[in-house]
């Protein structure tokens, strides 16, 4: 026994509402999902993935050997970026003089974006460099004696563009005058 009228029409399933409604939901959520996995492969973020943390761990620890070494030789520096010129004057007090310092500005979140410059002693503590135009934004500061294997560094914060100076402590707190 058949629970419809006699006389009724039955619909193949093609045709009806909800079947298509609900395929409708699924393909939807298969484009959806495609498009953020191509996005996602295609705006790869450049971040870093540790995998040697141990290394990590013994590299953090020179880190601080060498904020301690500049924090035992009373050492600071303060930075200026001329806004005319692009010229970067550091000051440099303490209890050692070298000859020439080693400056890296890091962006946060690009490393491509990062920028190495050499600083010339020119006289009592006063270190210049050409910098760059138009530098934006906030960086990371590093200032140490050598390239590779410095025996001390400096490091600090700062947003550019910036009039005021940059204030460079062993420890890397961040301090603007």
């Known amino acids: 026994m058949s629970s419809l009228p006699s006389g009724a029409k039955v619909t193949p399933w093609y045709k009806q509402f909800w079947p298509w409604f609900l395929l409708g939901i699924l393909f939807s959520s298969i484009i959806v999902s495609t498009g953020f996995a191509v996005m996602s492969i295609k705006s790869f973020d450049g971040m870093v993935v540790q995998e040697d943390y141990y290394e990590h761990g013994k590299a ?15 050492l600071s520096a ?4 001329d806004p005319l010129t692009s010229d970067i004057v550091v000051d440099l007090s303490g209890d050692t003089r070298p000859d020439t310092l080693y ?7 690009e490393d491509n974006r990062d920028q190495s410059f050499v600083l010339e002693h020119v006289r009592d503590g006063r270190y210049i460099t050409q910098g760059p135009d138009n530098l934006r934004y906030r960086w990371y500061l590093q200032i140490q004696p050598a390239l590779e294997d410095a025996d001390w560094r400096l490091t600090g914060e700062a947003t550019f563009p910036n009039e005021n100076s940059v204030t460079l402590l062993p420890g890397g707190r961040k301090a603007s005058e």
């Open 60 to 74: 953090i620890n020179m880190v601080l050997a060498k904020q301690e070494q500049a924090r035992e030789l009373n």
């Open 78 to 81: 303060e930075l200026r970026l």
């Open 103 to 109: 400056l890296d500005l890091i962006f946060p979140t």
